[in-house]
């Protein structure tokens, strides 16, 4: 994976924390594939999907 810019970084910094702002007061979902954005987050708030026998599984990360 190439190195993010530091520029980038901080931006997805800063959307993380309006969605962590957001979610005070309802519940939001966020699809990512970045590893920095899912930095930002509480562990206990991290929800993965994946497909297992043509069905949708959700699971915590803890």
């Known amino acids: 994976m190439a190195e ?10 800063l959307v993380a924390e309006m969605f962590k702002r957001l979610s005070k007061k309802r519940q939001i979902f966020i699809a990512t594939q970045s ?4 930095d ?3 562990m206990e ?4 999907a994946s497909v297992n026998n043509g ?6 990360v803890l």
């Open 40 to 42: 930002c987050l509480e």
């Open 35 to 38: 590893p920095y954005l899912v």
């Open 4 to 13: 993010a810019q530091p520029a980038r970084i901080k931006s997805i910094t």
């Open 55 to 60: 069905e949708t599984v959700l699971r915590n």
């Open 45 to 48: 708030n991290i929800i993965v």
